[in-house]
């Protein structure tokens, strides 16, 4: 750093606030400090900064899965906007459950990340419980803040599946099933969003956790058991959805005659579907920009209120009316 302030013939305490707060600095200054960087090749040691108790410009996500075509859509604008920021951004794969996601956001937490995302299929954890002694800021992909402090894309994920549920309403239909939308925390979200509404989410939630072919079979099992099973399935990935198209072709299950099915996020494989799905587009891209930006500005000292970003429904021949 002596070496950069020496080139850019200002001061050592510049070359910092450059580094770590740009915003404090002119614009000469900080074109002086960046084009002596580049001369120098110098990298700063971002496990010093957070040693010394300075701000890292660090943030790391935690997700459980990198096989949804939505969450890597807003990975990438996320990681974008923070690359334009000053900001890098760290990767945790968490296994299942909030143990994993403590244990993985703690290790981001020991590398230097000043925050911690939380994304797809990671279990929310309590924050206190994470870094007790030091200040994390918290955020999320798709979910409505969590406390103070906390930082959200607004985009909220309980409020999408919860459209979808609310168009097949207007279908028509009463019971309808969830699939692959998460653990018994999500499925209260889905439930919250819809109270007052007329509908049912008949079934386990346990059930159908995952979006795997097993998990649609299971879940047509349990549905299909039950006095009155769902005329319909809202999904939580386009890849469950799919999923449960192929079970119920393997079944002779017609849809949307029998079950009409809904998935999220208006991926490729939903134009490819048979037959083709009726899905939730979601603002993926949108979200990891506006969760960067809101992010950033709470990382400074200041509050961004993020947009309010919401799904629409893409209705083609997977959901219809239910059978008389």
């Not at 120098?40 to 996500?61: E, H, K, M, T």
């Not at 002694?133 to 406390?147: K, L, M, N, Q, T």
């Not at 239909?173 to 692959?180: D, F, K, N, S, T």
Request: overall charge neutral; glycine content about 10%.
């Amino acid at each position: 750093m002596h070496d950069v302030a020496r080139v850019a013939g200002v001061s050592s305490a510049s070359v910092s606030r450059a580094l770590s707060r740009p915003d404090l600095v002119s614009a000469a200054v900080h074109e002086r400090v960046t084009a002596a960087i580049q001369a120098l090749a110098y990298v700063p040691n971002a496990a010093a900064q957070a040693l010394s108790g300075r701000p890292s410009r660090l943030v790391g996500v935690v997700v459980s899965t990198l096989d949804d075509p939505v969450l890597v859509l807003a990975l990438e604008s996320l990681a974008r906007e923070l690359a334009a920021g000053g900001f890098a951004l760290m990767l945790g794969l968490a296994g299942e459950g909030a143990a994993a996601t403590k244990q993985c956001a703690q290790g981001l937490i020991a590398r230097g990340a000043d925050a911690i995302i939380v994304g797809e299929g990671a279990m929310p954890v309590e924050p206190g419980q994470v870094s007790p002694g030091r200040r994390i800021h918290w955020a999320s992909f798709d979910e409505a803040p969590v406390g103070p402090g906390s930082v959200s894309s607004g985009f909220d994920r309980a409020k999408a599946l919860a459209l979808g549920a609310r168009y097949l309403r207007q279908l028509g239909h009463l019971r309808i099933g969830l699939l692959g939308v998460g653990g018994e925390r999500a499925v209260d979200a889905v439930r919250a969003a819809l109270a007052g509404s007329g509908i049912d989410l008949p079934g386990d939630p346990a059930i159908g956790a995952s979006n795997s072919a097993t998990a649609a079979s299971d879940a047509l099992d349990g549905w299909l058991g039950l006095p009155l099973p769902p005329t319909a399935v809202v999904c939580g990935s386009d890849a469950a959805a799919v999923a449960l198209l192929r079970e119920c072709a393997r079944r002779a299950i017609a849809v949307p005659a029998t079950l009409s099915v809904v998935g999220f996020g208006d991926t490729e494989i939903s134009r490819q579907a048979r037959p083709p799905l009726t899905t939730l587009r979601v603002p993926a891209r949108e979200a990891g920009r506006a969760l960067a930006v809101s992010l950033i500005a709470a990382l400074k000292g200041r509050a961004e209120a993020p947009p309010d970003l919401s799904a629409k429904v893409v209705a083609r021949d997977s959901a219809g009316a239910p059978a008389a």
